[in-house]
Antibody, heavy 118, light 107 residues
Framework: EVQLVESGGGLIQPGGSLRLSCAAS????????MSWVRQAPGKGLEWVSV???????YYTDSVKGRFTISRDNSKNTLYLQMDSLRAEDTAVYYC????????????WGQGTLVTVSS | DIVLTQSPATLSLSPGERATLSCRAS??????LAWYQQKPGQAPRLLIY???NRAAGIAARFSGSGSGTDFTLTISSLEPEDFAVYYC?????????FGGGTKVEIK
């Protein structure tokens, strides 16, 4: 059974850094297309970043140069390093996995809340 | 970026009624569209992919249609558990984008 469990969220001051983790089970993170999707409080969904099985990464424009997606194959865990955080980064961050060939989000974790505030 | 506009923002219906949700793209996305359902406090769940294919385990009362720029999600007869927010998402171009959502609420 596929499971995704995020952790690492919390309250952080503007300009600070935070690293989110997503522990995966039931499949290999290294062999799959993994993304982070976020949702600001009371708002819609926004794709943030993706890492392909081959290691290629992409980011939405608003986080380029500030966020870094990575994975640890030995721990079967996905990460999102978030630097230079801004108030507008406040959101629930979901870890997702694509099962089919198309770029949709088949599996989701429960999410972790990041609040950027002084 | 491709903008997805969902309408209406809120749909007030009774159980047993038919729900018709719309998603319009700012340019053609062929049939590269998915629909998700999100209940309060939960992660979204994939319902429909490639405009009209039901994901595994999704009830037959959910159906998707459309191509090009206009897409529809239909719930043939609303069950109590269907009252939720629904989002569309396109995979035609990067960045992947979502619509703003339609809330289906109990009338």
């Amino acid at each position: 059974e596929v499971q995704l469990v995020e952790s690492g969220g919390g309250l952080i001051q503007p300009g600070g850094s935070l690293r989110l983790s997503c522990a995966a089970s039931g499949f290999a993170v290294s062999s799959n297309y993994m993304s982070w999707v976020r949702q600001a409080p009371g708002k819609g969904l926004e794709w943030v970043s993706v890492i392909y099985s081959g290691g290629t990464t992409y980011y939405t424009d608003s986080v380029k140069g500030r966020f870094t997606i990575s994975r640890d194959n030995s721990k079967n865990t996905l990460y999102l390093q978030m630097d230079s955080l801004r108030a507008e980064d406040t959101a629930v961050y979901y870890c997702t996995m694509r099962k089919r060939p198309e770029n949709y989000f088949d599996y989701w974790g429960q999410g972790t809340l990041v609040t950027v505030s002084s | 970026d491709i903008v997805l506009t969902q309408s209406p923002a809120t749909l007030s219906l009774s159980p047993g009624e038919r729900a018709t949700l719309s998603c319009r793209a700012s340019q053609s996305i062929i049939s590269y569209l998915a629909w998700y359902q999100q209940k309060p406090g939960q992660a979204p769940r994939l319902l429909i992919y490639e405009a009209s294919n039901r994901a595994a385990g999704i009830a037959a009362r959910f159906s998707g249609s459309g191509s090009g720029t206009d897409f529809t999600l239909t719930i043939s007869s609303l069950e109590p558990e269907d009252f939720a927010v629904y989002y569309c998402q396109q995979r035609s171009n990067w960045p992947l984008t979502f619509g703003g959502g339609t809330k289906v609420e109990i009338k």
